[in-house]
């Protein structure tokens, strides 16, 4: 069974890309995708028990992942949040994804091949995936 991810991010160069790198190397099955906070937090709202991970780009055009990450707040505890960012490397920015409930960070330049693998290991295992 694939895990369900909900993708939230902005860019459409960089959706599709993501889109298309989730399908084909992790297996995974995009089950909606939003490009602001208020889409993405609509979204979540209807289809709370649709989604295994969430993959939240942290600065969006309008809104902030920050906001989808709090957001996901309650969910249940098989689902995953994981923040993309080409600003992983700011240890006050990845601290303040995991106050905020995130689970992992990833660069979106030089650590998505560690998050398909993660997501990849998921999907064969039909479990919660948790980064390392």
């Known amino acids: ?33 939003a490009e602001t906070e208020h889409q993405a937090i609509h979204w979540l709202d209807n ?45 006050a920015l990845l601290h303040h994804c995991k106050l905020l409930g995130a689970d992992a960070v990833y660069h979106k330049a030089t650590e998505l091949e560690n998050l398909l693998a993660l997501l990849q290991e998921g999907a064969h295992s039909n479990s919660r995936c948790v980064a390392q």
């Not at 959706?15 to 995009?30: N, T």
């Not at 295994?52 to 707040?73: M, N, T």
Request: a negative charge; glycine letters at 6%.
């Open 47 to 91: 289809n709370a028990d649709q989604w295994d991970i969430a993959l939240v780009d942290l600065f969006l055009g309008e809104g902030s992942g920050a906001g989808v990450i709090q957001h996901c707040h309650d969910r249940r505890p098989d689902q995953s949040v994981f923040v993309m960012t080409n600003h992983s490397q700011n240890e």
């Open 1 to 33: 069974m694939a895990l369900k991810v909900f993708l939230v991010e902005d860019s459409a160069a960089q959706r599709a890309y993501l889109a298309q790198a989730l399908r084909a190397e992790a297996k995974v099955e995009i089950v909606g995708i």
